[in-house]
């Protein structure tokens, strides 16, 4: 069973297959215009109840990574340290909900006495909730989870991930440089792991003229989680 939204409404797993086919059509392609209006009227329903689920006071960071990394894993341990601090310093903490970095920064805001929710996204394979869930709201779109998510969170801490953490790390990056949204701290941790791309924007897009020198600056890099905390006093 999956959580619906943050009124502790439960979704069986057998509408999943479901709720992701109806996503699915709706971005096949051209379609009858009346089944893209009842698609339009869903979407709508679904911002209106992310606004209602979504309704809590206070500043909000969100914390993404991989799902597939356990509990002793050091980036799991980096990822409850940043919840942890977060919860200390007055921030909700928001997360995918799920396993793995998720679980760690929620498990780190729960324990350092702060509000920890989860976001999440429905898929076939969506893993149960994690246990450290003071709320959780569950979309059935990837793109209106993303606007949520930009909405009603002051920061994103940025930790290993795969493709769904890159899309929200460029994601936010392209709204920044495009003036979408301002003063927004985006702090990618894991050095190591996130090297690489750093030097492929510096060796790469930089000489293409794709992106500009001042580009690398929308995000900071470091292990520190004093300097994360740091930049995201500074900066809100």
């Not at 993303?146 to 991930?161: E, N």
Request: glycine share 10%; net charge negative.
């Amino acid at each position: 069973m999956t959580r619906s939204d943050s009124s502790s409404k439960w979704r069986p797993l057998s509408l999943l297959e479901h709720v992701t086919g109806v996503e699915r059509e709706f971005l096949v392609g051209r379609r009858d215009r009346c089944e893209d209006l009842e698609s339009a009227a869903r979407i709508y329903l679904e911002f209106l109840r992310g606004f209602e689920s979504l309704d809590f006071a206070g500043p909000c960071v969100t914390v993404f990574g991989s799902a597939r990394f356990p509990q002793d894993h050091p980036y799991c341990q980096l990822a409850y340290e940043v919840g942890r601090r977060l919860a200390e310093e007055g921030y909700a903490v928001m997360t995918g909900g799920g396993p793995g970095i998720m679980e760690a920064a929620n498990r780190g805001a729960k324990e350092g006495g702060g509000y920890s929710l989860g976001s999440n996204i429905v898929l076939p394979q969506e893993e149960a909730p994690n246990p450290y869930l003071d709320d959780y709201v569950l979309f059935d779109h990837f793109f209106v989870r993303k606007v949520m998510l930009v909405k009603y969170s002051q920061a994103f801490v940025i930790l290993p991930g795969g493709y769904g953490t890159l899309d929200e790390l460029f994601e936010t990056l392209t709204l920044i440089q495009t003036g979408k949204i301002e003063r927004f701290p985006v702090i990618t941790m894991g050095s190591d792991y996130w090297k690489p791309l750093a030097d492929f924007m510096r060796e790469t897009m930089i000489p293409a003229g794709t992106i500009g020198p001042d580009d690398l600056a929308l995000a900071n890099l470091t292990d520190s989680v004093d300097e994360a905390i740091d930049i995201i006093k500074r900066t809100m």
